[in-house]
C-alpha cells in the first residue's frame, strides 16, 4: 500500500512538473511573439497627450511640379537612385475637354513635370505631391504580422528595420501606394515625416526646399501651429476619405479626378 501511494505520489509530481515546464515554454515562445506583434502605438497613454501629434498639409493651388521636394528627400534618407522608389513624389493631372484624364509622373517628378498634352485639348492641370498619409487607422500596422510597422506616440507611422521580415504585406495593405521593398535594406520602406529631423525641431526635408511653399508640416495639437492655421483658412480633404483610415496629410484645392 505505501509503495503505491509513493508511485502514485511521483507519478502525480512528474506530471504536474511537465504541465509546469510545458506552460512555461509555451510562454516564453509565444509571449515574446505577443509582443513583438502588439502595436507599439500603445506605449504610455497617459503621455500621449503631452505629445505633438504631427500632419502636413498641402497646397495644390501652390505647387509647380518643379521635383525639388523628391530630390531631396532621396537625398536626406538614402532612398534608392532607380527612379521607382520613392518615399514622396509628384503626379502631374490634366484633365482634357473630352473628359479624358491622364495622369504623368516621370520620374517621380524629379527635374520638374512639362506638359505632355496640347494647350487646346486641356481644360485644366494641376500638380498633386504624394506620400505616406500617416493614418490614425493604418492599414499597414493592422497587415504587418510581426509588428515591424507601428504608430509613433508623436503620430508618426513607422517601419522598425530590426523587426521587419519583408514580408511585403503592408506595402500590398497600402491604399495609398506609398511604400516599397528597399532593394539595399530588403526591409519596407516609406516616408517618415523625416523622423530623424523633426525629433530635433527641424522641418522634413520636402517642407524646407519646397519654393513655393506648397507643403505645410506641423503640430495638430498646437493652435498656433503652422498646420493649424493653413487648416483654418482653407477647406482641406484627405486623400481616398471613403476608406476611413483617417489620413494626416490634409490637401487644399483636391480634385475629383486625383486617386
Same mark, same amino acid.
Given at each position: 500500500m505505501g509503495t503505491n501511494r509513493i508511485n502514485k505520489d511521483r507519478r502525480k509530481f512528474f506530471q504536474t512538473s511537465?504541465? $509546469?515546464i510545458g506552460g512555461t515554454l509555451a510562454f516564453s515562445i509565444i509571449k515574446p511573439l505577443e509582443l513583438l506583434a502588439q502595436s507599439k502605438n500603445e506605449v504610455a497613454k497617459d503621455e500621449k497627450t503631452e505629445q505633438p501629434l504631427w500632419g502636413m498639409g498641402v497646397d495644390i493651388e501652390k505647387c509647380i511640379g518643379c521635383g525639388k521636394c523628391v530630390e531631396a528627400c532621396k537625398l536626406e534618407n538614402n !532612398?534608392?537612385?532607380e527612379p521607382f522608389y520613392f518615399r514622396t513624389w509628384i503626379e502631374q493631372y490634366t484633365v482634357k475637354k473630352d473628359g479624358d484624364v491622364? %495622369?504623368?509622373s516621370p520620374n517621380g517628378g524629379i @527635374? @520638374? $513635370?512639362k506638359q505632355s498634352v496640347p494647350d487646346?485639348? %486641356?481644360?485644366?492641370?494641376f500638380m !498633386?505631391?504624394? $506620400? &505616406?498619409n500617416h493614418c490614425t487607422d493604418a492599414p499597414c500596422v493592422q497587415a504587418c504580422p510581426v509588428g515591424a510597422t507601428y504608430i509613433s506616440p508623436d503620430g508618426v507611422v513607422l517601419v522598425d528595420e530590426t523587426y521587419c521580415i519583408g514580408c511585403s504585406y503592408c506595402i500590398q495593405a497600402c491604399p495609398y501606394g506609398a511604400r516599397f521593398m528597399n532593394p539595399v535594406t530588403k526591409v519596407a520602406d516609406k516616408c517618415t515625416f523625416c523622423y530623424h529631423r523633426i525629433s530635433k525641431g527641424l522641418e522634413p526635408a520636402c517642407v524646407? !526646399? &519646397?519654393p513655393t511653399d506648397a507643403r505645410i508640416f506641423g503640430n495638430l495639437r498646437d493652435k498656433k501651429s503652422d498646420l493649424v492655421a493653413f487648416m483654418q483658412k482653407h477647406p482641406t480633404e484627405v486623400l481616398k476619405r471613403h476608406l476611413n483610415t483617417s489620413p494626416r496629410v490634409f490637401y487644399n484645392g483636391l480634385s475629383s479626378e486625383v486617386r
Open positions: 511537465a504541465a $509546469l !532612398v534608392p537612385r491622364k %495622369i504623368e @527635374g @520638374g $513635370l487646346e485639348d %486641356i481644360f485644366k492641370s !498633386v505631391p504624394k $506620400l &505616406c524646407e !526646399v &519646397c
